[in-house]
C-alpha cells in the first residue's frame, strides 16, 4: 500500500505561534491528488485544500499555507499566528486511481 | 455548501442487535462512502457506492452491509452488532463519476457508536 506519513503525532504550540505539519507520500501514479482535512473536537473532517500532482505552486489561505515539493513527496500545511480554535487532529490525505489513503493525523494543541 | 448528515451522532446498541446508520447529502453527488474511525488505526474505509444499487467492498467491509436505494441516501448496516464495532463511524460523499479517490470528498458530523 502507498502510504502517508505524518511523523508528528502531537504538537502543542503557545497561542500566535506558527507551526507547520508535515507530511510525506508514497505514490506510483503520475497523477495523484493530496488533501487536507481538519477534524475538531466536534468529530467532523472538514476539507481544508486539494491539490494534484502537476500543480506544485505554493498556496496561501489566509492564516493556512501549504508547501507541496515534488522532489520529496512532500505537502507540509503551516498555520501562521496559531489560535485557539486551530486546535484538531489534521490529516493528510492522498488520492489517485485507488482510494484515498489517509495519514494518522498529527493532533494540535493551541496553549491560551 | 456541501451538507452530509447522519442520523444520530450518539448511539448504543447491544451485541446481536441491528443496527442502522442513515446518511444522506443534498449536492446531487454520485459517490458516497463508510469509514470507521478508531484510535491508532485512522480511517479505514468499509463499503462505498458509485450510483444507486451500486455498492462495491473496501477495505474492512466484513460484518457490514449497506443500502442505496437513493442517490442522496446511503445506509451502513450492522447485521448483527459486536462490541469490536465500536467506533466512530463517518460517512461521506463527492461528486465525480471516476476516479472516486481524486475528487474532494465531503463528510457528515459522525456517529459515535457503542455497542455493549
Known amino acids: 500500500a502507498q502510504k502517508v506519513t505524518q511523523a508528528q503525532t502531537e504538537i502543542s504550540v503557545v497561542e500566535k505561534e506558527d507551526v507547520t505539519l508535515d507530511c510525506v507520500y508514497e505514490?506510483?501514479?503520475?497523477?495523484?491528488?493530496l488533501f487536507w482535512y481538519k477534524q475538531p473536537p466536534s468529530g467532523e473532517l472538514v476539507f481544508l485544500i486539494r491539490?494534484?500532482?502537476?500543480?506544485?505552486q505554493n498556496e496561501i489561505s489566509g492564516r493556512y499555507s501549504w508547501n507541496f515539493q515534488k522532489s520529496t513527496s512532500s505537502f507540509n500545511f503551516t498555520i501562521t499566528a496559531s489560535q485557539v480554535v486551530d486546535s484538531a487532529v489534521y490529516f493528510c490525505?492522498?488520492?489517485?486511481?485507488?482510494?484515498?489513503?489517509f495519514g494518522t493525523g498529527t493532533r494540535l494543541t493551541i496553549i491560551p | 455548501d456541501v451538507k452530509v448528515t447522519q442520523s444520530s451522532r450518539y448511539l448504543v446498541k447491544r451485541t446481536g442487535e441491528k443496527v442502522f446508520l442513515e446518511c444522506v447529502q443534498d449536492m446531487d453527488h454520485e459517490n458516497m462512502f463508510w469509514y470507521r474511525q478508531d484510535p491508532g488505526l485512522g480511517l479505514r474505509l468499509i463499503y462505498f457506492?458509485?450510483?444507486?444499487?451500486?455498492?462495491e467492498k473496501g477495505d474492512i467491509p466484513e460484518g457490514y452491509s449497506v443500502s442505496r436505494e437513493k442517490k442522496e441516501r446511503f445506509s451502513l448496516i450492522l447485521e448483527s452488532a459486536s462490541t469490536n464495532q465500536t467506533s466512530m463511524y463517518l460517512c461521506a460523499s463527492s461528486l465525480q463519476l471516476a476516479g472516486s479517490s481524486t475528487d474532494t470528498q465531503y463528510f457528515g458530523p459522525g456517529t459515535r457508536l457503542t455497542v455493549l
Open positions: 490525505v492522498r488520492g489517485g486511481n485507488e482510494k484515498l489513503t
Open positions: 457506492s458509485y450510483d444507486v444499487k451500486m455498492k
Open positions: 505514490t506510483r501514479d503520475t497523477t495523484y491528488y
Open positions: 491539490r494534484n500532482s502537476f500543480d506544485e
